[in-house]
């Protein structure tokens, strides 16, 4: 193999890789940095293939490992709606009941305002360290294994993919939970029980994942999830606000006993901390354009601004207008038309389809470039049928799981606790601090131990209490229970 670079000006430069096997095929990739890229095409096999890009200063640098999928290529708008898909999913319609109920009007708007603060730093955080010592590191696990080790790269890989298989998990709940909720406006007979919706949203979620080769090829479905995404919260919203006029004073009460209290809050605080951040920051900076940095930071800026504006608006409303009584999935309380309940609901379905697809590219990835071909393009007939076998299998244990267990609000503890609180908080500060340890003063030195010991405990606290709220809730309710 050999790699060659040349430079037509100062703000322009074209990498090129390119492999030639045994038996004269290749696999090329190229890159402009004013813009232009082909496909990165690298074989799953070559596990010491570097490939070339730009870093913040226009010099090359190596990326961490080789890949199956497209890196480099997104405008930084695209990660921008990326990240903001992930934060207005059909889980905005939970939060009403599940941050707002626990924590009443003064913390849990306090809450969501200082957790958006907190994650938009952690994540710039992380953006900052996707580039040490000449290399580019395109996976959490590459990043920390490059810090730390080998153990903890072992450790990060499960802490991610736990994190990532919960919210996918999740996604199919939520996805069955819309279904059920389309057919029961027009048919309460009981006779399309969630279990059942559960099994078909899996399958349609199969069924886009095996069309959709790598992230960077969402493109225009992300305009379709914005404007689903849009559908929903927008008649929400309306509904909502109908209902909060027209219905009698409310009752804002923290509901339950003192003790309940002390874990519910806990959990909900876990569930803040869930609402803004995927678990999976280097990956997706891995499709942006260089300047890698600034374009990741203009993206996060647009997800902790213009995107969350939508997530405040659906969350507050949905509080203000039901109270304590508001449902964990809030099309199930408000009134109106039953076909515009409906377009809610349906949208909030295909949007999930999308996000769900999001959160499970680090799990395609890994099994692309590890198990896949490396032969032909992404529509060759053996890859087509490689992922249909492999994503397959992964969509449906994630069904299976979702349909023994469907209890939305714990899962949304559960994963903040285990490990969006290590990833998001926890690793970052002190990821950072590794790596600039000599470049902080003091008083910045104290700061980011602040948070690793903070967000720790945290994390021990949020996983205790989702544990606990699991155990009441698997007595109340059976397996493949019918919610």
């Excluded at 027009?186 to 279990?195: E, N, Q």
């Excluded at 908080?425 to 980011?448: E, I």
Aim: positive net charge; contains cysteine; proline residues 4%.
């Amino acid at each position: 193999m050999d790699a060659s670079t040349s430079s037509a000006s100062s703000s322009t430069q074209h990498l090129y890789l390119q492999h030639r096997q045994d038996d004269d095929t290749s696999s090329f990739a190229s890159f402009t940095c004013s813009g232009e890229r082909a496909p990165l095409l690298l074989l799953p096999g070559e596990k010491k293939i570097m490939a070339a890009t730009a870093d913040e200063k226009g010099e090359t640098v190596d990326v961490s490992e080789d890949t199956a999928h497209q890196i480099s290529v997104d405008p930084w708008y695209q990660v921008g709606f990326i990240l903001t898909t992930g934060v207005n999913s059909a889980y905005v319609l939970g939060y009403s009941g599940s941050i707002m109920v626990p924590l009443g009007w003064i913390a849990g708007t306090i809450g969501l305002i200082l957790a958006a603060a907190i994650s938009m730093y952690a994540n710039a955080l992380l953006a900052r360290l996707h580039e040490i010592d000449g290399k580019r590191h395109i996976r959490y696990r590459d990043l920390a294994g490059h810090i730390y080790g080998r153990k903890m790269y072992a450790l990060t890989w499960a802490l991610q993919y736990v994190n990532l298989f919960m919210i996918n998990t999740g996604f199919i709940i939520l996805a069955g939970q819309a279904l059920k909720a389309t057919y029961v406006l027009f048919r309460d007979d009981g006779l399309l029980k969630l279990p059942y919706c559960i099994a078909i949203s899996g399958f349609v979620c199969a069924l886009f994942a095996f069309g959709i080769p790598y992230l960077s090829a969402l493109r225009i479905w992300l305009g379709f999830s914005t404007l689903f995404s849009l559908i929903y919260i927008v008649i929400a919203f309306v509904l909502s606000l109908r209902d909060g006029m027209t219905t009698p004073a409310r009752d804002y009460s923290i509901p339950g006993a003192h003790s309940s209290r002390v874990f519910t809050t806990i959990g909900a605080v876990a569930n803040l901390v869930f609402a803004y951040n995927t678990g999976m920051l280097p990956e997706i900076q891995a499709t942006i354009r260089p300047p890698v940095v600034k374009n990741m930071e203009k993206a996060l800026w647009f997800q902790f601004t213009i995107g969350s504006v939508p997530l405040y608006a659906v969350i507050f409303m949905g509080y203000w207008a039901y109270g304590s009584s508001t449902s964990s999935y809030l099309m199930n309380s408000v009134n109106g038309p039953v076909w515009i309940k409906a377009v809610a609901n349906i949208s909030a379905f295909l949007q999930t389809v999308i996000a769900l697809h999001i959160f499970a590219s680090p799990m395609y990835e890994f099994m692309d470039t590890r198990f896949g071909s490396g032969r032909g393009g992404p529509f060759a007939f053996q890859n087509v049928m490689f992922r249909v076998m492999v994503r397959g299998g992964y969509l449906t244990v994630n069904t299976l799981v979702a349909a023994i267990l469907p209890f939305l609000g714990d899962f949304m503890s559960l994963t903040g606790a285990l490990s969006t609180f290590p990833l998001t908080f926890v690793l970052a500060n002190h990821m950072y601090l590794m790596v600039k340890r000599h470049k902080l003063s003091t008083l910045q030195k104290c700061w980011h131990w602040l948070n690793v010991i903070g967000f720790s405990s945290l994390a021990i606290a949020a996983a205790v209490a989702a544990l606990r709220l699991i155990m009441v809730d698997s007595s109340t309710y059976h397996f493949f229970a019918d919610l």
